[in-house]
């Protein structure tokens, strides 16, 4: 009797704490969204490295990264592509990239330049400032040309660079956050 006594009580007192508890949860989960925007990455990836955004990328045929051609980087946007689209790669590296988050503009990068995300730049962990490389993603072969100018990313070995926003645009990752990247070392500061 004592047993049904404590097990109906245990219920009431489970019943009352996720009464309480429910707008606390309802609460911490909205204000991780920013202002209640649902993620834009798969449930099954992992929310953003620093350098990622919810932000889906422009629609096809609006001039986005939908409408930039793939190959070798010739239709690229960053002023570097005309230089260095037919250059041999010194380094080949393969691996995952991610990019900066947009709250980090302003922010001093490693080389002391300070992170603008419309620059066509990047961090890698040990390529010297100023080295050139062709990030090009694995699966749908759009290409951007970056400077390193940072160092990281640091969320694992996988992850071989981190890219500015204008560079994510031009790779088609602001919606996957993280994808699969070639990167080619084209040129390395004297």
């Not at 922010?107 to 080295?131: D, I, V």
Request: glycine fraction near 10%; proline fraction near 10%.
């Amino acid at each position: 009797m004592a047993t049904c006594r404590a097990l109906a009580h245990t219920r009431r007192l489970n019943s009352f704490a996720s009464l309480l508890l429910a707008p606390l949860v309802v609460v911490a989960c909205g204000s991780q969204r920013g202002g209640g925007q649902l993620p834009a990455w798969p449930e099954q990836e992992p929310p953003p490295y620093p350098g990622q955004s919810a932000q889906p990328p422009p629609a096809s045929g609006d001039g986005g990264p939908s409408a930039l051609p793939a190959g070798d980087g010739a239709g690229s946007a960053s002023p570097l592509a005309a230089r260095y689209a037919g250059r041999q790669p010194l380094e080949q590296l393969h691996g995952s990239a991610t990019y900066y988050a947009d709250s980090l503009a302003g922010n001093r990068t490693a080389s002391g330049e300070p992170y603008r995300p419309e620059a066509f730049t990047a961090a890698h962990r040990t390529l010297p400032f100023g080295a050139i490389v062709r990030v090009t993603r694995s699966d749908n072969a759009r290409v951007t040309y970056v400077k390193i100018n940072d160092r990281g990313p640091f969320a694992g070995k996988e992850r071989i660079i981190d890219v500015s926003k204008a560079a994510a645009k031009e790779l088609d990752m602001l919606r996957a956050g993280v994808v699969a990247v070639r990167v080619d070392v084209l040129e390395l500061p004297r």
